[in-house]
């Protein structure tokens, strides 16, 4: 293979005149410039963990310390206290000997210079980071700051004045807080009331009470002496126990996905797409690593969110594991893994240390669509081991995976930068039925085929083939968020930065002696193919089962929402709650996802949606109270939710300490009815928002075709729905609602139809108000993810 005799730098025979050396210089160079890349590499993370150490102040305040003490000293005035002296009396002799005393005191005054600045940088911090547990900025009325929080924001700004890298405030996130367990069980009971009956509340409550007084308060007080240890008392167990422990299929159940454009496909070449997608999160993970991205904040304020997730976006996978799963990340790979009509390639996407420009990925891409080869035995279907139950993966991996040919190219595959597939297929929304190929192309990114994804990787990249793409995530190492940031630097580098020519190819030259890209080979005996096989049935039983249905609503958005001074967001959960209450006649546990980034490692909060205001709210409208009367539970229910939102925000939510609580019992080897019983409760209508975070990346007023369709996931309960929605623009919102064929009580599309019409019914009677009425209304608006 030309490939790899490119890869041998040096050859050499022996002879009878000697030895004949015949060197590679094409081979020397690549290895030169590789290896100059890793060391740029390593200059530029040393340079980022000093900035980043030091913040919020500079390393050029160390020059500034250093010369302000001298100065002092010049004029005769000892800012020390006489600790400089103290230095000088015990630096080592051999430094007496051979230093005059002039000598001895600069080095003392330099030795107490950067002590001083140290200490200053410590103080910085800590006042940084006790500015950053002041919260209650976000239960203040909207247009009603107080001068405390007026004084915060200045504070605030003020000590994060400099451009901070990417990690910078890391080590100024407050902790999560651990909630009294007494207001955890007064919000839980609180949140169960419109779900129970009376004698059920009451047992719950005797429950609640005895837990509390018994077994409860020792529970606490070793989550207590976790949260004084650990970064976060929360997220290493909700990493382990609810996604790595699991022994199901993570496909449908626990990946997630994320789609394209709505209304423009930017070129219909498949592999002039695949170059500039790839070429886009490449650049993408250049400004991870440098840390040149801008740290996330809260929309609208100067409040920082934890960036811990960013680390394991790329070169991570997801290993099978006997009793839990582990997450392995590596180092910066220099290429993809390529998947296309069942064989498995290795794209090398640097050359000399450079990075391949669009054009030529689109050529490397064009060489594997172009090839005929057919798949090795066991080859097409491989990936279906990653879409079935855990522990036969694992035990397939253990036993033939661990040695050899096999484990080279699995390898590959899980260290590669992420996973590509090129598709066969073509998706979008086209043709006769646009409404019905969006739901066959949102299940297309959820499961695909069951075996043309890798379903353990961080996330994949699908491109089809008109051109259309999306992606499929991993849920352990991050959540929606994190990956949508990602996904939208790469929609909007694509489209708006990258571009193609007329013709749909990307722009730029082509190195035609680029090596081709690698088929990766296997040895798969009989008993892979097996359990692939049975993987396989499996995985398309669940992926047959998925009722998906995408929807564009586009009668209003969130601007004519604002002006009823109402959270678009509390909005449409109190839409939701009135669909899922005319779809099924009752309520149910809904779960809505909150982020808990505001904290340093913190990831997520579940809101309890379905409240006591806004059950109060629907059975008042669908009983035909007056639209007064509507009105005014609206706004009660829709006032409820934003502080229902801000408290999850703010580490006073109910379900994370209560899981860990759990989780803490069965360390201990106790049993809790009551927290046995609130754990298995099913969560019927599972519901989260995708935020988009960059909006100046897309200027929907010039292009207004540019909207994206956001992205789902597969139902939580076996007999409930998921719905994930998007707010785009002003006036869209994108739906996409999940369910399963075998419950005959669920329905996609006649809950889609439900959420349509509770909407509209609802801005029906909003819009009825009386101006005076509104206009008078003072309703916070949320500060969350909008």
């Known amino acids: 293979m030309a490939e790899a005799h490119q890869a041998v730098a040096f050859q050499f025979t022996i002879t009878p005149e000697g030895i004949d050396l015949q060197l590679s210089y094409q081979a020397l160079n690549q290895i030169y410039c590789s290896g100059l890349r890793s060391w740029k590499k390593r200059v530029s993370r040393m340079r980022n963990r000093v900035i980043k150490g030091v913040y919020p102040a500079s390393p050029s305040s160390w020059l500034f310390v250093v010369i302000a003490i001298l100065a002092t000293l010049y004029m005769r005035s000892d800012p020390s206290m006489g600790l400089i002296a103290k230095i000088q009396q015990h630096l080592p002799l051999s430094l007496h000997v051979s230093l005059s005393a002039q000598g001895q005191t600069m080095l003392s005054a330099l030795v107490f210079s950067t002590l001083l600045w140290l200490s200053l940088i410590l103080a910085l911090r800590f006042c940084l980071k006790l500015l950053l547990s002041y919260h209650q900025w976000m239960f203040e009325l909207h247009g009603r700051v107080s001068n405390t929080t007026k004084v915060w924001v200045t504070l605030v700004q003020l000590l994060s004045s400099r451009k901070p890298l990417l990690y910078s405030y890391q080590t100024s996130l407050p902790h999560l807080p651990v909630p009294p367990i007494k207001d955890t069980l007064s919000r839980y009971l609180l949140s169960v009331r419109p779900l129970q009956t009376d004698p059920e509340h009451k047992r719950m409550t005797e429950l609640a009470n005895e837990f509390e007084s018994n077994l409860g308060n020792r529970l606490q007080?070793?989550?207590?002496?976790?949260?004084?240890?650990?970064?976060?008392?929360?997220?290493?167990?909700?990493?382990?126990?609810?996604?790595?422990?699991?022994?199901?299929?993570?496909?449908?159940?626990?990946?997630?996905?994320?789609?394209?454009?709505?209304?423009?496909?930017?070129?219909?070449?498949?592999?002039?797409?695949?170059?500039?997608?790839?070429?886009?999160?490449?650049?993408?993970?250049r400004k991870v690593n440098r840390e040149e991205l801008k740290p996330s904040r809260v929309p609208g304020t100067v409040i920082p969110l934890c960036a811990a997730q960013y680390e394991r976006m790329f070169n991570t996978t997801r290993t099978p594991g006997q009793e839990t799963d582990v997450l392995q990340h590596w180092q910066d790979s220099e290429y993809v893994a390529v998947y296309h009509k069942g064989r498995f390639f290795r794209l090398w996407v640097y050359n000399a240390g450079r990075l391949l420009t669009p054009r030529e990925i689109e050529h490397q891409i064009e060489r594997i669509l172009d090839d005929t080869s057919p798949p090795l035995p066991g080859e097409e279907r491989l990936g279906a081991l990653t879409a079935g139950d855990r522990l036969p993966w694992h035990q397939m991996r253990k036993q033939y995976f661990s040695s050899g040919i096999n484990k080279r190219s699995l390898d590959v595959i899980e260290r590669a930068a992420f996973f590509v597939t090129l598709?066969?297929?073509?998706?979008?929304?086209?043709?006769?039925?646009?409404?019905?190929?969006?739901?066959?192309?949102?299940?297309?990114?959820?499961?695909?085929?069951?075996?043309?994804?890798?379903?353990?990787?961080?996330?994949?990249?699908?491109?089809?083939?008109?051109?259309?793409?999306?992606?499929?995530?991993?849920?352990?190492?991050?959540?929606?968020?994190?990956?949508?940031?990602?996904?939208?630097?790469?929609?909007?580098?694509?489209?708006?930065?990258?571009?193609?020519?007329?013709?749909?190819?990307?722009?730029?030259?082509?190195?035609?002696?680029?090596?081709?890209?690698?088929?990766?080979?296997?040895?798969i005996p009989a008993e892979v193919q097996t359990q692939i096989c049975t993987s396989l049935t499996l995985a398309q039983s669940l992926a047959d089962d998925v009722d998906c249905h995408v929807f564009p609503f586009r009668e209003f958005g969130k601007g004519k929402v604002k002006k009823l001074r109402i959270s678009p967001d509390a909005f449409i959960q109190i839409s939701l709650q009135l669909a899922y209450y005319r779809d099924r006649s009752g309520f149910c546990l809904t779960y809505e996802a909150s982020m808990t980034r505001l904290f340093r490692e913190g990831r997520t909060e579940t809101v309890r949606s379905c409240s006591n205001e806004t059950c109060a709210f629907v059975k008042a409208l669908e009983a035909g109270e007056s639209a007064e009367q509507c009105r005014r539970l609206l706004k009660l229910a829709s006032e409820g939710h934003q502080n229902l939102y801000r408290m999850a925000m703010t580490g006073a939510g109910i379900d994370r300490h209560l899981f860990c609580l759990y989780v803490v019992s069965k360390y201990l080897g106790v049993d809790s009815p009551f927290l046995k019983e609130v754990l298995s409760e099913p969560w019927r209508l599972s519901t989260s928002q995708t935020p988009i975070q960059q909006i100046e990346l897309f200027d929907l007023k010039n292009n207004p075709e540019y909207i994206s369709l956001g992205g789902g996931f597969g139902p939580v309960a076996d007999d409930g729905y998921g719905v994930s929605y998007i707010i785009v623009g002003e006036d869209m919102i994108n739906f996409h609602v999940s369910s399963k064929h075998s419950c005959k009580e669920t329905d996609s599309h006649r809950f889609g139809a439900q959420i349509h019409k509770a909407l509209q019914d609802i801005m029906t009677l909003m819009s009825a108000e009386p101006k005076s009425t509104a206009a008078s209304r003072g309703t916070s608006q949320p500060k969350k993810q909008l």
């Open 221 to 285: 007080r070793y989550l207590k002496l976790k949260a004084l240890w650990a970064t976060n008392y929360v997220s290493d167990w909700w990493e382990e126990y609810v996604y790595l422990r699991s022994r199901g299929p993570i496909m449908v159940n626990s990946n997630y996905y994320g789609m394209d454009f709505l209304y423009v496909t930017p070129t219909s070449v498949q592999a002039a797409r695949a170059g500039n997608t790839i070429t886009a999160l490449l650049l993408y993970r």
């Open 423 to 523: 598709d066969d297929e073509e998706q979008g929304m086209r043709g006769e039925d646009p409404a019905g190929n969006l739901d066959r192309y949102a299940k297309s990114l959820l499961h695909g085929k069951c075996y043309d994804r890798w379903f353990d990787k961080s996330f994949s990249i699908v491109i089809y083939k008109n051109g259309k793409n999306g992606l499929n995530a991993e849920h352990s190492w991050a959540d929606a968020p994190t990956v949508a940031h990602l996904w939208e630097f790469t929609l909007a580098t694509d489209a708006f930065q990258l571009g193609y020519t007329e013709d749909g190819h990307c722009k730029g030259e082509v190195d035609r002696s680029l090596p081709c890209p690698q088929k990766l080979l296997w040895d």
